[in-house]
T-cell receptor, first 114, second 112 residues
Framework: NAGVTQTPKFQVLKTGQSMTLQCAQD?????MSWYRQDPGMGLRLIHY???????DQGEVPNGYNVSRSTTEDFPLRLLSAAPSQTSVYFCASSYLQGASGELFFGEGSRLTVL | SQKIEQNSEALNIQEGKTATLTCNYTNYSPAYLQWYRQDPGRGPVFLLL?????KEKRKERLKVTFDTTLKQSLFHITASQPADSATYLCAPSKNAGNMLTFGGGTRLMVKP
């Protein structure tokens, strides 16, 4: 099983460039989310979605856009990259009413903004 | 605002001993508390979920307690092994699996 797949694994951008981090899951999960992880800050929620066509902001949404046109995909767009967006980004998904509450994570995308 | 605290200093223990990690939270009344393991360069992996009406939960060598009065969860690994070395993250939440807020994690090092 593929689980949660993120691409690219590594990316270097220049300030002001835009890019999209891709996330796909094959578990038919309703819930998908994006986190960023910085040293000493832990995982912080950027955006999340509870189903196709529904998205909402998390703790640190500024500078990022998301859309959810299908159940499987949840891309994260950086509109104009800034050095403060240098981080490791994780996509995660789960069932909305899952008994275990398990959140499945991708392997991460490491982004450096110069 | 809600705050989740885990010991940011690494915990070093000898193989075979019991490791105990702490998760404290404030300004929050979660219904669930989850623990995840994260290895370097990898995404977090779910270990256990405990509900507010459960005092203790076990899974193989793992044991989690949840004290809603103290606003604290303890995570124990008994008979620890070098393979248990990783960072452990706690995540209290209102909804199981959704909109999780994570603590900063505690790094565990088990020495042979």
């Amino acid at each position: 099983n593929a689980g949660v797949t993120q691409t690219p694994k590594f990316q270097v951008l220049k300030t002001g460039q835009s890019m999209t981090l891709q996330c796909a899951q094959d578990m038919n999960h309703e819930y998908m989310s994006w986190y960023r992880q910085d040293p000493g800050m832990g995982l912080r929620l950027i955006h999340y979605s509870v189903g196709a066509g529904i998205t909402d902001q998390g703790e640190v949404p500024n500078g990022y856009n998301v859309s959810r046109s299908t159940t499987e995909d949840f891309p994260l767009r950086l509109l104009s990259a800034a050095p403060s967006q240098t981080s490791v980004y994780f996509c995660a998904s789960s069932y909305l009413q899952g008994a275990s509450g398990e959140l499945f994570f991708g392997e991460g995308s490491r982004l450096t903004v110069l | 605002s809600q705050k989740i605290e885990q010991n940011s200093e690494a915990l070093n223990i000898q193989e075979g001993k019991t490791a105990t990690l702490t998760c404290n939270y404030t300004n929050y009344s979660p219904a669930y508390l989850q623990w995840y393991r994260q290895d370097p360069g990898r995404g977090p992996v779910f270990l256990l979920l405990i509900r507010e009406n459960e005092k203790e939960k076990r899974k193989e060598r793992l044991k989690v307690t949840f004290d809603t009065t103290l606003k604290q969860s303890l995570f124990h690994i008994t008979a620890s092994q070098p393979a248990d070395s990783a960072t452990y993250l706690c995540a209290p939440s209102k909804n199981a699996g959704n909109m999780l807020t994570f603590g900063g994690g505690t790094r565990l090092m088990v020495k042979p």
